[in-house]
């Protein structure tokens, strides 16, 4: 049986036009009141508790909010429309309500203060669509408002969905702020790049080295790098972009940046010159690593004294010294704004050329023991700075030939290969290379292509079992004959001395060194590296 609600003294159907029990449809409304499902309830319990079957009353709204939700879902408008639009564009949204009847008003309403910002009359089921200006305040939350004109809902609303809705600002006046500022850092440091813009919104951000865009990037407005290397020095710049379908896109300029490299710890040398009657030594500062500009510092026994800032990695001071006067140890420091180092520690002094020059032999073998390179040094008693001369047969030679090659300050020469070419007497000769003064001459030491294979240790051994073998059959010999004197006296003597087989170091063929004495004193008048007649010589040969 329908209720209207006329014996219970409330106008039912007016509000709610539901049949509860009975057989007829449900017409449910879009929204509905306090009253109306207290009316719903207390029918419920009446019809119940008419029937014998009374419910409880807290059950009763639980199943006329299950009820009256899922009717109402089925009739709720569908709003539709962007979720964000630049500003000063238009935004359009379209409400559908097909199951509310024609004629009906669609409204336009925003949540946050529910006004009706545009309106529509529609007499058929199609949907209306609402078409506005975006604004800074446009953005929120929007809803579709539909009322019937006409039956049984007639001014009763129907709402849609929500639908949220953003303004986004276009972007403007990119630009890229580094820290530190000015970019300039060391390997090491740390680099903050921010991209800021002087307007927009729902912004995604890029990055550029050099031109090409920085795989992995991070999407947002900074960028960080850390540590910093040489690799990372060049030009920055960022885009920003809104994130829209259709986006625009701001650039900023290129930054600068400069990573310099970290100093090495320096070195220091030093070299002596003679300006008229006094020496200087010219001390060197150097370093192998580092980004100039670089503050020098020169230290003589711990004290500073002198100073000079370079554009370059390397520079000179120069000190007054004495002849064989030990003046301390000098030192070089250098420092930027994060660094200070300081070298070891050198002394400082000169010792004239003197005493004897000693001529070192080495040879070079292989497995097969011959002879590969001959390896000879010109050593000193003393001499700081001295300059070296090498001679082959009285011939002065260049520090590079054919077959041969001069280093360690032309202090050592090394022989490769051992030929007839360079075969013959060798003698070094020495002075101090920062003055005139007297050579002194080194001994001469033959050097043969004859020598080429080395007498090792097993041929020696074979050699000398071999002799022990010829002396024991030698005396066997020399005892048989004498046993055999009594029996054949008057026999001539058939046994003779034998040579010998020629030894190893006979098959060498060193041909004599003709008359050194006569041939130097005319090698000494004719050259000009004169040899001081009171010098003394030497000779030592490394043992191979």
């Not at 409304?29 to 719903?40: E, F, K, R, V, W």
């Not at 058929?124 to 604004?135: A, C």
């Not at 510092?297 to 002198?306: K, M, S, W, Y």
């Not at 071999?466 to 046994?495: H, K, M, Q």
Request: proline share 8%; with cysteine; net charge neutral.
């Amino acid at each position: 049986m329908p209720h209207t609600g006329s014996e219970w003294g409330v106008e039912f159907s007016a509000i709610c036009p539901l049949q509860i029990g009975g057989g007829g449809e449900a017409n449910v409304p879009g929204i509905y009141t306090h009253a109306c499902l207290q009316a719903q309830t207390s029918a419920g319990q009446r019809e119940d508790a008419r029937m014998g079957k009374p419910l409880p009353a807290n059950l009763m709204p639980i199943l006329v909010f299950a009820v009256l939700g899922t009717v109402n879902a089925l009739s709720m408008p569908v709003l539709s429309g962007p979720q964000r639009e630049y500003l000063a564009a238009r935004m359009t949204f379209m409400c559908a309500a097909p199951q509310v009847p024609p004629p009906a008003i669609f409204e336009l309403q925003r949540d946050d203060d529910g006004r009706v910002l545009a309106a529509k009359s529609s007499t058929g089921s199609r949907p209306v669509n609402f078409s506005l200006p975006v604004r800074n305040n446009s953005a929120g939350i929007y809803r579709c408002r539909v009322t019937p004109r006409r039956g049984p809902d007639r001014g009763l609303p129907f709402y849609s969905n929500g639908l949220p809705f953003q303004v986004v600002i276009p972007v403007r006046g990119a630009s890229l702020l580094p820290e530190p500022d000015p970019p300039t850092l060391y390997e090491g440091q740390m680099l903050t790049l921010s991209c800021r813009v002087q307007r927009g919104s729902h912004l995604t951000y890029s990055w550029l080295h050099d031109g090409r865009q920085l795989p992995d990037s991070p999407l947002g407005g900074n960028l960080t790098i850390s540590p910093v290397t040489p690799k990372h020095a060049g030009n920055y710049s960022c885009a920003a972009r809104n994130d829209m379908t259709s986006s625009h896109v701001s650039h900023s300029r290129d930054v600068p940046v400069v990573v310099r490299a970290l100093l090495s710890k320096p070195h220091v040398s030093f070299a002596v010159t003679k300006e008229g009657s006094g020496y200087h030594a010219d001390v060197t500062c150097h370093l192998a690593n580092g980004t100039p500009p670089v503050q020098f510092r020169l230290f003589l026994n711990d004290t500073e004294v002198a100073s000079r800032t370079a554009l370059s990695r390397s520079t000179s001071f120069s000190v007054p010294v004495r002849l064989g006067e030990r003046l301390g140890n000098v030192q070089c420091g250098a420092e930027n704004t994060v660094q200070r180092l300081v070298s070891n520690a050198v002394t400082l002094e000169v010792v004239p050329v003197g005493g004897a020059v000693h001529l070192q032999v080495q040879y070079l073998h292989d497995a097969a023991s011959t002879v590969v390179a001959v390896l000879l040094r010109c050593t000193l008693t003393r001499g700081t700075f001295p300059e070296f001369a090498w001679f082959l047969n009285d011939t002065l030679l260049g520090e590079k030939g054919a077959s041969h090659l001069m280093t360690d300050r032309n202090g050592t020469l090394l022989l490769v290969p051992i030929m007839a070419e360079n075969s013959g007497y060798y003698r070094c000769e020495a002075k101090d290379s920062f003055e005139e003064s007297p050579w002194l001459r080194s001994q001469e030491h033959l050097i043969h292509s004859s020598a080429s294979r080395m007498v090792t240790l097993e041929v020696i051994a074979v050699a000398f079992s071999c002799f022990l073998l010829l002396a024991i059959l030698g005396s066997a010999g020399v005892a048989l004959a004498l046993t055999n004197r009594g029996v054949s006296s008057s026999s001539p003597a058939r046994y003779r001395y034998i040579n010998p087989r020629p030894s190893i170091f006979d098959l060498l063929e060193i041909p004599p060194r003709p008359n050194v004495s006569a041939r130097e004193e005319a090698s000494d008048r004719s050259s000009p590296h004169h040899t001081d007649p009171n010098m003394a010589t030497a000779e030592e040969q490394l043992p191979v």
